[in-house]
């Protein structure tokens, strides 16, 4: 079977080796969670299963949400006849489930229905169990709900912790998944459902869980212990510190102490539980220092009489014992009232009340409060100046908008639009909260001995509709609305600094935004996410030093981050999306209807997606942009199956700014005849053998050719990576394509014709303003696609800085356009084909109307190779037979070899709309191309499942002729002559 494996932890590695291993299953592509920082040093690592995978030789993809709309579209570009889901990390929604034959099989590690959830082998030894087991299922809508296929029951040692039990479950899972594979093509696994009335949860883990309660008794904590390793681990206090503790239950059962009493017994340190139980400590480790044995633990602490784990010396009266917000309370307080006597502030807060109402304060209360403000350090400083800076960030808001003049004088703005863009500025209650907290931040965190020294605040607002009909019916009629911002900041120098290398990651962190305008709500989200990256960019910088210093001098060293002009843009806000709902959902309904005429259609849907977007940004370099966006699309798409198993798709996407700008219903229902006329001419063509000779690509299959293949290679930061293959970063003032080709990106171009290009902007995603980049000329590389991340003799942005929320931005391509001064009409390509073909001797050459996508490999590790992948390919053929359309072929080579191969090129321009993943996130962008013709091209042929087509007719075909007689009957040459 053809499987999509979708997994992230060491615990799914052992099956997706095992699934490589077996020779009747082919693993397509491996999707995992995105690269995160991990440990200490915030570094950015891959998954145990992409390393799998890559050492494998297997595509990757890192989707950021598997709900998004572009994930659906990358899943079903793969054809898959099975899922297999094991540990991945996000929740499949019911949209996706049927996209493969098979469905969504998962490796759960419990005897379903018990311990549903996200971690089922830490609750299990958790709360005690002596057994649990593997259950394969089919996912459902539901939270581990799906039908159950196969289990097998797997015993729980009596010391055993939860990493060393997930490592006996792996493998066997593995083996249970394998069994399950093999058996539901032919239905000898048979499905069976849960009782849910047995049905236990095992929630995902949180911090607080692995805090002891001295209350329970010493076996029930030996289990928890053992349950939450390695996180949350099992914790406690001491002396006001945090400490991890780790033991095993004493033999001696009766505790003549208070509950977490450290008891020295025979030289041993036990500690009193509940019950009437002791634990035996082995070892402790103190909040910032060592893991160390209990008798050092004993001999450091000089303990106490009667000292226990677990007292609180924070405060007296009970209810305040574990709040971390007194001293912000504190603070408010001491600015609200104008208090300057800290001792009346200490009595008012913290001392305990009399018989009059009055309170008293002693040494330890004063102890109290500092160690909780220390807790805190630069929060409760900033809220000390919050009055004066809010005032500040007011004041200086109008003079930033006017200082930022010149900037958009450069641009041919003027004065008279930089004083209505400071009119918005202050009208705009978010945008005013970003300033107003960006001051704050950066004036406070300028005080402390890391300071940063740069910071922005980034505020995306969407609003949005999906609409999904299939046969007639809407499968989707959804709408939302979200806030999310990001906040970025880079402390160093911009010579070095926290976002060096493959610490890249630490430079952001996002959280979601109150969706109101309550100005305060904000503010103190925003306060709290810088607060977070702050404290994840400064160990950040010192891993960056340390390995700056230890590692070999890198090639490129430029600074990381460019200096560039603050600017002022506040673009019009967009209003929420206003579709004529009922309208559209009739439309849908029309046009999904269609795919019941045809038979050989076995799935067919369209799809709407309205969304309006605002991104507002500021900048600690004085800038503000407001960047408004607003973008339709509809995606129809339609899928067969040959009679050899191959699965067959065709796709049509449609862009515009608002729904007003699609086609007419009349147009699109004849698009749908052409997509189901297209699969059955495929179902009957012959299968494509490999090829490597003359070809011609339609524009649109050649900008999307150009996109892949050339387009990533001349994104800025993979000149400078040393993990990239650089394949253009020396050859700047060298040819790299035919000298009758030049290639720009121009963002600012924001149609071709009468079709709008996806790729425009007015300003990228760090405040630049868009430009025309000039990327070669007349053949000639001159330019790079360039974000604030310098390369070498590249100095500074040329706006093409993008990401998608939550991301750091990368050079980026937008409207990618590829133009030649040496063109022929349009309708003399294919007799140009031929005399090529004719010229080598060919038999035929190889026509590809359309192509559905592909993918490049830029990284030095994996091949530097390119695959695209067609749709709609005919044979061309020099002896005047007609055109033969043939399926299962991908477009396959090495950029060096085919940009150096193209000989002639139309005289029109076509263009391609979609959206583009990468390390930066999906980002919409357009390619521009003519036709072209290459001298020779490569390919081969394309892996498939061997699946039957259904063996029943649809519903009201039950009188045609049945599916199998279609293999009775041979291709027509010609049948699938194009237009």
């Known amino acids: 079977m053809r499987i999509v494996f979708c997994g992230t932890p060491a615990f799914a590695v052992p099956t997706l080796k095992a699934i490589l291993a077996d020779r009747s299953h082919t693993v397509v592509a491996v999707i995992t969670q995105p690269d995160r920082p991990r440990g200490r040093g915030q570094e950015v690592s891959f998954s145990a299963v992409k390393e799998t995978a890559l050492e494998a030789g297997i595509p990757v993809r890192q989707p950021v949400k598997i709900r998004a709309p572009e994930a659906r579209e990358l899943l079903q570009s793969f054809e898959p006849e099975c ?164 033991g095993e239950p004493a033999t001696r059962e009766q505790a003549p102490a208070t509950p977490g009493t450290l008891l020295l017994e025979d030289g041993e340190l036990q500690i009193a539980c509940g019950d009437a139980t002791v634990l035996r400590v082995l070892t402790v480790k103190l909040e910032g220092r060592a893991e160390v044995t209990a008798q050092e633990f004993v001999n450091g602490a000089r303990l106490a009489k009667e000292e226990r784990f677990g007292k609180s010396y924070i405060a007296r009266d009970p209810a305040l014992r ?219 910088l010192m891993n960056v030093r340390t390995n700056t210093a230890v590692r070999a001098e890198e090639e490129d060293k430029s600074p990381d981050f460019s200096k560039e002009a603050s600017a002022t843009h506040i673009g019009e806000a967009k209003l929420p999306v206003t579709l004529d709902r009922a309208t559209w959902e009739g439309e849908i309904k029309r046009l999904s209807a269609i795919f019941r005429r045809y038979p050989d259609v076995y799935f067919g849907s369209v799809m709407l997606q309205v969304q309006n977007s605002n991104a507002r940004m500021v900048n600690s370099e004085g800038s503000a942009v407001v960047s408004p966006s607003a973008s339709t699309r509809l995606i129809m798409e339609a899928q067969t199956r040959a009679d050899d198993g191959m699965e067959l798709l065709r796709v049509e996407t449609f862009q515009a700014p608002t729904a007003k700008g699609l086609p007419a219903e009349s147009e699109l229902s004849a698009k749908i005849e052409k997509m189901a006329a297209d699969l059955k001419a495929l179902r009957a063509a012959p299968v494509a053998e490999p090829y490597d000779g003359p070809a011609l690509l339609s524009g649109r299959a050649a900008a999307v050719f150009f996109h892949e293949v050339l387009g990533h290679r001349l994104e800025g930061h993979r000149q400078r990576d040393e993990e990239e293959g650089q394949t253009f970063t020396k050859m700047v003032g060298q040819e790299v394509l035919p000298k009758f080709l030049s290639v720009t990106d121009d963002p600012t171009t924001k149609q071709i014709g009468d079709v709008k290009l996806s790729g425009s902007y007015d300003f990228d995603n760090e405040g630049t303003p868009a430009q025309r980049v000039d990327v070669i000329e007349n053949g000639v590389l001159k330019n790079f696609l360039m974000s604030r991340m310098p390369i070498k003799n590249f100095g500074v942005s040329n706006g093409h800085g993008r990401n998608q929320p939550g991301l750091m931005p990368t050079g980026r391509q937008g409207n990618l356009i590829v133009t030649s001064s040496q063109t022929i009409p349009e309708k003399e390509m294919r007799q140009k084909l031929i005399d090529e073909v004719k010229k080598q001797g060919k038999p035929y050459g190889l026509y590809f109307d359309d192509i559905q996508g592909g993918f490049t490999l830029t990284t030095r590790s994996l091949p530097q190779a390119f695959q695209v992948l067609p749709v709609i390919v005919y044979k061309v053929y020099v002896d005047g037979r007609p055109d033969e359309l043939v399926r299962g072929v991908d477009i396959v080579g090495t950029p060096l070899a085919a940009l150096t191969r193209i000989v002639a090129t139309g005289d029109q321009e076509h263009v391609f709309n979609g959206i583009c993943g990468a390390e930066s996130g999906s980002v919409p962008v357009a390619a521009v191309a003519p036709a072209i013709i290459f001298s020779e091209m490569e390919v081969q042929k394309r892996a498939h499942a061997h699946e039957r087509p259904p063996i029943l007719p649809p519903p009201g075909f039950e009188d045609a002729a049945p599916a199998v007689a279609a293999q009775s009957v041979a291709p027509v040459a010609g049948s699938g002559a194009r237009p």
Not at 107 to 120: E, V
Not at 504 to 532: C, F, H, K, M, Y
């Open 83 to 246: 899922f297999v889901i094991i540990a991945y990390g996000q929740i499949i929604p019911a949209g996706l489930l049927p996209l493969s034959r098979c469905g969504w099989i998962n490796l759960h590690a419990s005897l379903l229905p018990k311990y549903r959830g996200a971690a089922p082998i830490n609750w299990a030894i958790a709360n005690g169990e002596t057994k649990t087991g593997l259950t394969t299922m089919r996912i459902d809508a539901g939270m581990d709900t799906g039908d159950m296929l196969l289990q097998e029951e797997i015993e729980i040692l009596p010391a055993e912790t939860a990493p060393e039990l997930a490592a006996r479950m792996a493998e066997a899972g593995a083996k249970l998944m394998i069994e399950t594979l093999r058996g539901l093509p032919d239905s000898m696994v048979t499905p069976k459902k849960q009782n849910d009335d047995l049905a236990t949860y095992a929630p995902l883990l949180k911090k607080e869980d692995g805090r002891i309660d001295w209350e329970r008794n010493a076996r029930e904590i030996f289990n928890r212990m053992r349950g939450f390793e390695p996180w949350p681990g099992a914790y406690t206090t001491f002396r006001g510190k945090t400490c991890q503790v780790r």
């Open 322 to 540: 574990h709040t971390r917000l007194l001293p912000l309370f504190f603070v408010v307080q001491a600015v609200r009232n104008r208090h300057t006597d800290w001792s009346s502030l200490l009595m008012i807060n913290f001392g305990p009340a009399k018989k009059d109402g009055r309170r008293s304060v002693g040494t330890k209360d004063v102890i109290c409060l500092a160690w909780r403000m220390a807790s805190c350090g630069v929060v409760c400083a900033q809220l000390v100046v919050a009055p004066a800076g809010w005032a500040a960030a007011e004041d200086s808001a109008a003079s930033r908008t006017d200082g930022a003049v010149s900037t958009e004088a450069t641009t041919g703005s003027g004065s008279t639009s930089a004083a209505l863009d400071a009119k918005k500025v202050v009208n705009d209650p978010v945008l005013k909260v970003m300033q107003a907290e960006l001051s704050r931040a950066s004036t406070e965190l300028g005080k402390t001995d890391q300071a940063p020294y740069y910071l922005s605040y980034t505020v995306y607002d969407q609003d949005y509709v999906v609409l999904v009909g299939a046969y007639g019916s809407l499968l989707t009629d959804a709408a939302a609305k979200r806030r999310q911002a990001d906040v970025t900041m880079r402390v160093g120098t911009h010579a070095l600094d926290n976002t060096h290398g493959q610490s890249r990651a630490s430079g952001v962190t996002s959280g979601s935004l109150p969706l109101s305008d309550d100005q305060d709500a904000i503010g103190r989200v925003l306060w709290e996410l810088t607060d977070r990256e702050y404290k994840r960019a400064v160990p950040s």
